[in-house]
């Protein structure tokens, strides 16, 4: 049974810093191409950042570049999103999604094209 299970999650101030982790369990992980999404009050789910299985490409949402960055440890079966400079903007429940199809770069913010996801984690910014 496969399970993604986000952590770290939090209520911090503008400018402040987080880091989530997505710990993945019942699969091959490092076959996976895995990303984060989110989802504030009221909005659809978005595309927050990807990563590529066995390299280190990597795919950003405009309005994240410069300030998150994704990461994956193969060893650990984890992927994180280091989050800096954050906004209130930012605020969302977090997501980290799981995909075994050879993506191409348009595919990464296609959420149809991950097949697992987890329960999510709450970042909160306040101004």
């Known amino acids: 049974q496969v399970q993604l299970v986000e952590t770290g999650g939090g209520l911090v101030q503008a400018g402040d810093s987080l880091r989530l982790s997505c710990a993945a369990s019942g699969l091959t992980f490092p076959i996976y191409n895995m990303g984060w999404f989110r989802q504030a009050p009221g909005k659809e789910r978005e595309f927050v950042a990807g990563?590529?299985?066995?390299?280190?490409?990597?795919y950003y949402a405009d309005s994240v570049k410069g300030r998150f960055t994704i990461s994956r440890d193969n060893a650990k079966n984890t992927v994180y999103l280091q989050m800096n400079s954050l906004k209130p903007e930012d605020t969302a429940v977090y997501y980290c999604?799981?995909?075994?199809?050879?993506?191409?770069?348009?595919?990464?913010?296609?959420?149809?094209?991950?097949?697992?996801w987890g329960q999510g984690t709450q970042v909160t910014v306040s101004s």
């Open positions: 999604a799981a995909s075994a199809l050879d993506l191409y770069s348009r595919n990464y913010d296609d959420r149809r094209s991950y097949a697992y």
């Open positions: 990563i590529k299985r066995g390299l280190t490409i990597t």
